[in-house]
């Protein structure tokens, strides 16, 4: 049976994005079609190859956990922008190209020459996506950034957490990848108009403005702001009485037990008796302070008898809200995501044997389809360079002698 067409197939991407936000866009693109080549510097590559966790503790920049994930389906040459040579090999790429997509400071392509004016110039129909800090024009245009500072500025930072300690931004870096999903809607969205007005466009995504528009808490806080004035206010963890996330037998679970739900969770723990008790009669009197301590001293002993998994399918019987804090190994033991094909298995030439996320959406007519693994720095350079331009073995020989490739 012949594989069916993917939603981006046809599509040519050029892809000078590095560490995160950019490159998990292009990944987007990448495993939904898209013949995505990664532009990479010679000898060094791209900066998340010297990122951990690496596959076996064994630090070596084709083993990064990171890269492997973020650069499945990609194509990976090696080409220095800085020389004239090189230039000319990237303006010979982006004839047939239909988008380009960077993550340099907004300085770097015009420095180079490499402008979306001057590429639009040699191809009217070109996409060019430009992901930054802070967007490619306005006061802090040059400005550094981080996670933390993205999150700060942009995101909802004030609500997160500790309420008696200053405030805390999440864990790891859900700004990048948030950044990483809207570029790749973005360039989809241009590809799309592209193809029906025969026209380009330059897309500026910030980190900065991609938080401050997120509907993450972010929106919702600044229009309470607008009317009250007031700002969100942190809750101390187990604040609310029989809601949020509770120690059980083997670890942590969390149940919504909130309003009209209440007493769905006394009759889960077999006390539906307890609703008599003043303290815990209505909404407010759960609402008063020591409330959720004191139902908690019912509570807990309950959750401790059962495991996380158990207490997930327990509660959802007694249509609760609610779902087990999974580590790594839960998720990938979980029969659901197993079931539903979300982990892929690919067998790395460096790396050997990867088990990773896989598809983050379904399409049933144009699926996602894992091609290939990340590819080892430079392995295409013969496919792109020879096979597609046209270069003989002497050429490629000659330029990689020149630093170009």
């Given at each position: 049976?012949?594989?069916?067409?993917?939603?981006?197939?046809?599509?040519?991407?050029?892809?000078?994005?590095?560490?995160?936000?950019?490159?998990?866009?292009?990944?987007?693109?990448?495993?939904?079609?898209?013949?995505?080549?990664?532009?990479?510097?010679?000898?060094?590559?791209?900066?998340?190859?010297?990122?951990?966790?690496?596959?076996?503790?064994?630090v070596h920049p084709e083993k990064s956990g990171l890269f492997l994930h973020l650069n499945t389906n990609k194509r990976s040459v090696t080409l220095d922008l800085k020389t004239a040579t090189g230039k000319k090999l990237f303006f010979e790429l982006l004839e047939g190209a239909d988008a380009v997509v960077e993550s340099f400071a907004p300085r770097v392509m015009p420095s180079l020459g490499l402008d979306f004016e001057t590429l639009r110039a040699r191809n009217r129909r070109l996409?060019?996506?430009?992901?930054?800090?802070?967007?490619?024009?306005?006061?802090?245009?040059?400005?550094?950034?981080?996670?933390?500072?993205?999150?700060?500025?942009?995101?909802?930072?004030?609500?997160?957490?500790?309420?008696?300690?200053?405030?805390?931004?999440?864990?790891?870096?859900?700004?990048?990848?948030?950044?990483?999903?809207?570029?790749?809607?973005?360039?989809?969205?241009?590809?799309?108009?592209?193809?029906?007005?025969?026209?380009?466009?330059?897309?500026?995504?910030?980190?900065?403005?991609?938080?401050?528009?997120?509907?993450?808490?972010?929106?919702?806080?600044?229009?309470?702001?607008?009317?009250?004035?007031?700002?969100?206010?942190?809750?101390?963890?187990?604040?609310?009485?029989?809601?949020?996330?509770?120690?059980?037998?083997?670890?942590?679970?969390?149940?919504?037990?909130?309003?009209?739900?209440?007493?769905?969770?006394?009759?889960?723990?077999?006390?539906?008796?307890?609703?008599?008790?003043?303290?815990?009669?209505?909404?407010?009197?759960?609402?008063?302070?020591?409330?959720?301590?004191?139902?908690?001293?019912?509570?807990?002993?309950?959750?401790?008898?059962?495991?996380?998994?158990?207490?997930?399918?327990?509660?959802?019987?007694?249509?609760?809200?609610?779902?087990?804090?999974?580590?790594?190994?839960?998720?990938?033991?979980?029969?659901?995501?197993?079931?539903?094909?979300?982990?892929?298995?690919?067998?790395?030439?460096?790396?050997?044997?990867?088990?990773?996320?896989?598809?983050?959406?379904?399409?049933?007519?144009?699926?996602?389809?894992?091609?290939?693994?990340?590819?080892?720095?430079?392995?295409?350079?013969?496919?792109?360079?020879?096979?597609?331009?046209?270069?003989?073995?002497?050429?490629?020989?000659?330029?990689?002698?020149?630093?170009?490739?």
């Open positions: 049976m012949a594989t069916p067409p993917q939603a981006l197939s046809g599509v040519r991407v050029l892809d000078l994005t590095q560490i995160i936000s950019g490159p998990y866009g292009t990944k987007l693109l990448a495993d939904y079609g898209a013949d995505v080549i990664k532009i990479e510097r010679p000898g060094i590559g791209d900066l998340a190859r010297r990122m951990g966790p690496f596959a076996g503790d064994d996409v060019m996506t430009s992901v930054s800090n802070f967007g490619q024009r306005g006061p802090y245009r040059d400005w550094k950034s981080a996670e933390i500072v993205t999150y700060a500025t942009g995101g909802p930072m004030w609500a997160t957490g500790l309420p008696e300690r200053e405030p805390m931004s999440l864990g790891d870096n859900v700004v990048q990848y948030q950044v990483g999903a809207a570029s790749a809607v973005a360039t989809s969205m241009a590809l799309y108009s592209a193809e029906a007005s025969g026209q380009g466009d330059h897309l500026d995504v910030s980190l900065f403005r991609t938080q401050a528009s997120s509907q993450d808490r972010r929106t919702t806080m600044l229009i309470g702001y607008q009317y009250t004035g007031e700002r969100n206010v942190r809750s101390p963890v187990g604040a609310s009485t029989a809601v949020g996330v509770r120690p059980c037998g083997d670890g942590y679970v969390n149940i919504m037990g909130s309003s009209h739900r209440f007493e769905d969770v006394l009759r889960m723990m077999g006390q539906p008796e307890l609703v008599e008790d003043p303290r815990f009669s209505d909404l407010v009197a759960r609402s008063q302070p020591g409330a959720s301590e004191e139902f908690d001293a019912y509570y807990i002993p309950y959750l401790m008898e059962h495991t996380k998994r158990d207490l997930f399918q327990i509660a959802q019987s007694h249509r609760l809200p609610s779902g087990p804090l999974y580590d790594s190994a839960d998720l990938l033991a979980d029969g659901h995501f197993q079931e539903r094909g979300f982990w892929a298995t690919v067998d790395h030439p460096v790396a050997g044997v990867v088990t990773q996320p896989g598809r983050p959406f379904i399409m049933n007519e144009t699926p996602w389809q894992l091609r290939n693994p990340a590819p080892v720095l430079g392995e295409h350079n013969e496919a792109v360079f020879g096979e597609m331009l046209g270069y003989d073995r002497q050429a490629l020989v000659r330029l990689k002698r020149m630093g170009v490739i």
